[in-house]
C-alpha cells in the first residue's frame, strides 16, 4: 500500500511514532519489528528490547489459553481482533490491556505482518468493578431491606425495585406505588404537591388501603425526591438533569391488628361493665316493681281501715308508720339505682360499630354454630349518636337471636344482618332462624319486665326495653317484622339527624 502522494511517508511515521496508543508493528509469526515511544511507556519495555522477540513477551499466565485460541483463529481469517488481555511490564507487574490486532495483508493476499494497538485499561476496569460492586452490593442491601422500596422517574414508572416491593404486587395490583401515591394524595391534598414542588421529603405518613372483600392494608409510607445528572452525549456541554421519587413502604398490619384486638377487648369490657351496672339496674328495677305492688295493697289496706275504724287509732298508727317506713325504704332502693351512663355524640358509621360487635361476639357465634351473612352498604351516611350505646343495643339483639337458635336447636343457623341507606335514615336488620316471635307478643316483648324466658334462668324481660329505649334516645324505629316466615327479623331505623 502506497501513501498517497500529497502525504510523505514521513507523516506516516511520525503519526505513528507520536500516537498516544502503544502501536507495534510484528511479522506473520509475531515477532516485533517496530514498537513506538507509547508501547515503551506503558509495557517498560525500550524498542531494542522487544525487537526481535515475539509479542509473547508480554503475555502473562492468568491469561486463558481459549482467548489465544480464538485470537488467532481470527487472525487466521484475515480479520481483525479485539480484546482485553493481562499483561506484565518489564519490571513484573501486571496490567489490563484493551488490545486491537489487524492483519496487514500484502498483494498476494497473504498476511505479512500483524498491527497490533493497544491501551492500558486497568484503572478504567477498577473502576468499572468497584462501580459495579457498589451497585451489587447496594441492590443485595435494598433486596434484603424489609420495607418495600421503589424508584420513579418524572413519569411515575417503576424503575427500580426490591422484592418485598414485588410482594405487593399481588396485594395491591399491578403497579402499587400508584395506589401507595394515590393513598398519600388522598390523604395530604395540596401538602403532598406543595412537597414535590419543593422536593421536600415525606415521612411517617400511614396508608390505608381499602380492598373488596377483603381487610384493608395499613403502611407506613416515606417518600424523597433526588436528582440525577444526564449521562447521554447531548448533555455533555450542556448538562441536564433527571428527577426522581424514592417510596418505601412498611406494612403494619400487624400493628394495627393489634391496636384493633385491644380497642375491641377495651370495648367489650366497657360494654361488659355497663351490662353489669344494667344488669344491677334491671334488678333494682325489678325490685322496685314487685315491692310497689304489695305496698299499694297496704296502703289501700290502711285507708280502708281507717274509715272502717275511727277509733283504732293505735292500729291505724302501727300501719301507717310501716307504709311510712316501706315507702322509704322503696325510695331508698329506687334512688339506688345507678344511673345511664353519658356518652359523648359523634358522627358514626353503622357499618363500623356493627362490625365492632360481630368482633365481639365471635367466640359467642363460633360456640353456637352460627353462620353470619354481612352484607353492608357499600356507603352508608353516618349518623350522630353514641358508639358504646349502639354497640350494647346491636349486641343485645345479637345474643338473643343466638340464644332463640340455641333453644330452637336448628340444624341450620344463620343471622343476616345488613345496612341500607335510606332518604332520612339508616337501616339495619337482623334476621335470625329461630323460633321466631308470635304476632300477640310483637309488641309485648319490648315492656319491661316482659319475657318468654322466665325469671327462674336469670332473665327480667329488660334487655329488649333497654334496646328500645336506646334507639327511641336516638330519635329511631324499633320493631319486628310480623311477616317475616324463617325466623325473626328485626329492624332499627336510625335517622341521620338524631340527638340521643
Same mark, same amino acid.
Given at each position: 500500500?502506497?501513501?498517497?502522494?500529497?502525504?510523505?511517508?514521513?507523516?506516516?511515521?511520525?503519526?505513528?511514532?507520536?500516537? #498516544?496508543?502503544?502501536?507495534?508493528?510484528?511479522?506473520?509469526? $509475531?515477532?516485533?519489528?517496530?514498537?513506538?515511544?507509547?508501547?515503551?511507556?506503558?509495557?517498560?519495555?525500550?524498542?531494542?528490547?522487544?525487537?526481535?522477540?515475539?509479542?509473547?513477551?508480554?503475555?502473562?499466565?492468568?491469561?486463558?489459553?481459549?482467548?489465544?485460541?480464538?485470537?488467532?483463529?481470527?487472525?487466521?481469517?484475515?480479520?481483525?481482533?479485539?480484546?482485553?488481555?493481562?499483561?506484565?511490564?518489564?519490571?513484573?507487574?501486571?496490567?489490563?490491556?484493551?488490545?486491537?490486532?489487524?492483519?496487514?495483508?500484502? %498483494?498476494?493476499?497473504?498476511?505479512?505482518?500483524?498491527?497490533?494497538?493497544?491501551?492500558?485499561?486497568?484503572?478504567?476496569?477498577?473502576?468499572?468493578?468497584?462501580?459495579?460492586?457498589?451497585?451489587?452490593?447496594?441492590?443485595?442491601?435494598?433486596?434484603?431491606?424489609?420495607? #418495600?422500596?421503589?424508584?420513579?422517574?418524572?413519569?411515575?414508572?417503576?424503575?427500580?425495585?426490591?422484592?418485598?416491593?414485588?410482594?405487593?404486587?399481588?396485594?395491591?395490583?399491578?403497579?402499587?406505588?400508584?395506589?401507595?401515591?394515590?393513598? /398519600?394524595?388522598?390523604?395530604?391534598?395540596?401538602?403532598?404537591?406543595?412537597?414535590?414542588?419543593?422536593?421536600?421529603?415525606?415521612?411517617?405518613?400511614?396508608?390505608?388501603?381499602?380492598?373488596?372483600?377483603?381487610?384493608?392494608?395499613?403502611?407506613?409510607?416515606?417518600?424523597?425526591?433526588?436528582?440525577?445528572?444526564?449521562?447521554?452525549?447531548?448533555?455533555?456541554?450542556?448538562?441536564?438533569?433527571?428527577?426522581?421519587?424514592?417510596?418505601?413502604?412498611?406494612?403494619?398490619?400487624?400493628?394495627?391488628?393489634?391496636?384493633? %384486638?385491644?380497642?375491641?377487648?377495651?370495648?367489650?369490657?366497657?360494654?361488659?361493665?355497663?351490662?353489669?351496672?344494667?344488669?344491677?339496674?334491671?334488678?333494682? $328495677?325489678?325490685?322496685?316493681?314487685?315491692?310497689?305492688?304489695?305496698?299499694?295493697?297496704?296502703?289501700?289496706?290502711?285507708?280502708?281501715?281507717?274509715?272502717?275504724?275511727?277509733?283504732?287509732?293505735?292500729?291505724?298508727?302501727?300501719?301507717?308508720?310501716?307504709?311510712?317506713?316501706?315507702?322509704?325504704?322503696?325510695?331508698?332502693?329506687?334512688?339506688?339505682?345507678?344511673?345511664?351512663?353519658?356518652?359523648?355524640?359523634?358522627?358514626?358509621?353503622?357499618?363500623?360499630?356493627?362490625?365492632?360487635?360481630?368482633?365481639?361476639?365471635?367466640?359467642?357465634?363460633?360456640?353456637?354454630?352460627?353462620?353470619?351473612?354481612?352484607?353492608?352498604?357499600?356507603?352508608?351516611?353516618?349518623?350522630?349518636?353514641? %358508639?358504646?350505646?349502639? #354497640?350494647? /343495643?346491636?349486641?343485645?339483639?345479637? %345474643?338473643?337471636?343466638?340464644?332463640?337458635?340455641?333453644?330452637?336447636?336448628?340444624?341450620?343457623?344463620?343471622?343476616?344482618?345488613?345496612?341500607?341507606?335510606?332518604?332520612?335514615?339508616?337501616?339495619?336488620?337482623?334476621?335470625?332462624?329461630?323460633?321466631?316471635?308470635?304476632?300477640?307478643?310483637?309488641?309485648?316483648?319490648?315492656?319491661?319486665?316482659?319475657?318468654?324466658?322466665?325469671?327462674?334462668?336469670?332473665?327480667?324481660?329488660?334487655?329488649?326495653?333497654?334496646?328500645?329505649?336506646?334507639?327511641?334516645?336516638?330519635?329511631?324505629?324499633?320493631?319486628?317484622?310480623?311477616?317475616?316466615?324463617?325466623?325473626?327479623?328485626?329492624?332499627?331505623?336510625?335517622?341521620?339527624?338524631?340527638?340521643?
Amino acid at each position: 500500500m502506497s501513501a498517497p502522494p500529497d502525504l510523505p511517508h514521513q507523516v506516516f511515521r511520525q503519526a505513528v511514532e507520536q500516537a #498516544a496508543l502503544a502501536i507495534s508493528i510484528t511479522d506473520a509469526q $509475531a515477532n516485533i519489528l517496530y514498537a513506538n515511544p507509547a508501547f515503551e511507556r506503558v509495557t517498560g519495555y525500550d524498542a531494542a528490547q522487544v525487537v526481535g522477540h515475539n509479542e509473547s513477551l508480554l503475555s502473562y499466565k492468568v491469561t486463558p489459553k481459549l482467548v489465544y485460541e480464538t485470537l488467532w483463529a481470527q487472525l487466521k481469517r484475515q480479520r481483525a481482533w479485539n480484546g482485553l488481555l493481562v499483561n506484565r511490564r518489564r519490571d513484573g507487574s501486571r496490567y489490563l490491556a484493551d488490545l486491537t490486532i489487524t492483519p496487514v495483508v500484502d %498483494a498476494e493476499g497473504h498476511t505479512s505482518h500483524f498491527l497490533g494497538m493497544h491501551r492500558d485499561v486497568t484503572e478504567v476496569h477498577r473502576l468499572e468493578r468497584q462501580v459495579s460492586n457498589h451497585k451489587a452490593l447496594i441492590e443485595s442491601v435494598v433486596d434484603a431491606a424489609q420495607v #418495600a422500596i421503589c424508584l420513579l422517574d418524572e413519569r411515575d414508572r417503576v424503575v427500580l425495585d426490591n422484592q418485598e416491593y414485588k410482594k405487593l404486587i399481588g396485594a395491591l395490583g399491578s403497579e402499587p406505588a400508584s395506589t401507595l401515591l394515590t393513598g /398519600l394524595r388522598e390523604q395530604m391534598g395540596a401538602e403532598f404537591d406543595q412537597a414535590r414542588a419543593r422536593r421536600r421529603a415525606i415521612s411517617h405518613r400511614e396508608v390505608r388501603v381499602e380492598r373488596p372483600g377483603q381487610p384493608p392494608r395499613w403502611f407506613v409510607c416515606a417518600v424523597s425526591w433526588f436528582e440525577e445528572q444526564d449521562v447521554s452525549a447531548d448533555a455533555f456541554y450542556e448538562p441536564a438533569r433527571h428527577h426522581y421519587l424514592l417510596l418505601t413502604a412498611q406494612s403494619i398490619d400487624e400493628i394495627k391488628r393489634q391496636q384493633e %384486638a385491644l380497642r375491641i377487648n377495651s370495648l367489650s369490657a366497657l360494654l361488659a361493665e355497663q351490662e353489669r351496672i344494667q344488669g344491677l339496674r334491671e334488678t333494682l $328495677a325489678g325490685a322496685v316493681f314487685q315491692l310497689e305492688g304489695p305496698l299499694n295493697i297496704l296502703a289501700a289496706a290502711v285507708n280502708m281501715q281507717a274509715r272502717r275504724r275511727e277509733g283504732e287509732e293505735s292500729t291505724d298508727i302501727v300501719l301507717e308508720t310501716a307504709l311510712r317506713d316501706s315507702r322509704a325504704a322503696l325510695d331508698t332502693l329506687r334512688a339506688s339505682i345507678p344511673d345511664q351512663t353519658a356518652e359523648a355524640v359523634q358522627p358514626l358509621n353503622l357499618n363500623e360499630v356493627l362490625r365492632d360487635v360481630l368482633k365481639m361476639s365471635t367466640p359467642a357465634l363460633l360456640g353456637a354454630g352460627v353462620i353470619v351473612e354481612w352484607n353492608p352498604a357499600p356507603e352508608l351516611p353516618r349518623i350522630p349518636g353514641g %358508639a358504646t350505646q349502639l #354497640a350494647a /343495643l346491636f349486641r343485645q339483639l345479637l %345474643a338473643n337471636a343466638i340464644e332463640a337458635m340455641n333453644e330452637r336447636r336448628a340444624e341450620e343457623r344463620i343471622v343476616r344482618l345488613t345496612t341500607l341507606p335510606r332518604a332520612d335514615h339508616v337501616e339495619v336488620t337482623l334476621e335470625d332462624t329461630g323460633p321466631g316471635i308470635p304476632a300477640e307478643w310483637r309488641y309485648k316483648v319490648f315492656e319491661p319486665f316482659f319475657t318468654t324466658k322466665g325469671a327462674e334462668r336469670g332473665h327480667l324481660g329488660m334487655g329488649l326495653s333497654m334496646a328500645q329505649d336506646t334507639v327511641a334516645r336516638h330519635g329511631g324505629l324499633m320493631d319486628i317484622d310480623p311477616d317475616y316466615p324463617q325466623g325473626c327479623r328485626v329492624r332499627v331505623q336510625l335517622p341521620t339527624g338524631a340527638r340521643p
